[in-house]
């Protein structure tokens, strides 16, 4: 079994309620608990090219060749912008792992999604093809080419501080720091 040892973990910069254009994502890339690069993009808020641009910033990347694992905060960025975690699998080789501190309304969301949301009845369909998110080491999880135990072995291996894997502390911090001029410290 792989350890997951090498990873990128991605995050949106906080962005104001009534933005419409492009949002930045941040991409943190690990070798177990030490920072080792930074990448960055762009999606379109509530739009629908995160899936493309987060293969992109992967198979670009300079560590893409070290990689083990793409670790995302929940399944969406800026806004409803969902990412399609299996095309992502498939597209760039590597297994991903969305987290989320708690377990997500998914009746809110997908009522949000189909009343508010243009294309929000595909973006739904998206993320209810991932399943029910699993508890797992204090945190929810969602797996793509992953097994359960193999999420653990990940987590075990990415996470210093609390429950949230540093490939995703990270790119939450940077991200708030660029977004706001500070971070709020809050993953």
């Known amino acids: 079994m792989p350890a997951f040892t090498h990873a990128i973990g991605f995050d949106d910069v906080p962005f104001e309620r009534d933005w419409r254009g492009d949002v930045r994502i941040i991409g943190t890339v690990y070798a177990q608990t030490t920072l080792h690069g ?24 300079l560590f893409r060749p070290h990689l083990h694992l793409i670790l995302l ?15 992502l699998s498939a597209a760039t080789g590597l297994p991903v792992l969305v987290v989320a501190r708690r377990e997500p309304d ?12 243009p294309g929000g009845k595909r973006k739904w369909k998206l993320i209810e093809k991932l399943g029910p998110m699993e508890e797992l080491r204090g945190v929810y999880v969602q797996r793509v080419n992953l097994t359960f135990k193999e999420a ?22 940077i991200a708030g720091g660029v977004g706001t001029g500070h971070s709020r410290g809050r993953t």
């Not at 905060?73 to 095309?87: E, H, K, Y």
């Not at 998914?106 to 949301?117: F, G, N």
């Not at 990940?154 to 502390?169: K, N, S, V």
């Open 73 to 87: 905060q929940g399944v969406t960025l800026a806004g409803f912008n969902v990412v399609d975690a299996r095309a």
């Open 152 to 173: 653990g072995v990940a987590l075990h291996h990415l996470t210093l501080t609390g429950h949230i894997p540093e490939p995703l502390r990270a790119a939450h911090l």
């Open 106 to 117: 998914l009746a809110r969301i997908r009522s949000a999604l189909l009343e508010k949301v």
């Open 38 to 61: 930074v990448v960055s993009g762009k999606v379109r808020r509530d739009g629908r090219n995160s899936t493309a641009e987060l293969t992109r910033l992967v198979d670009t990347s």
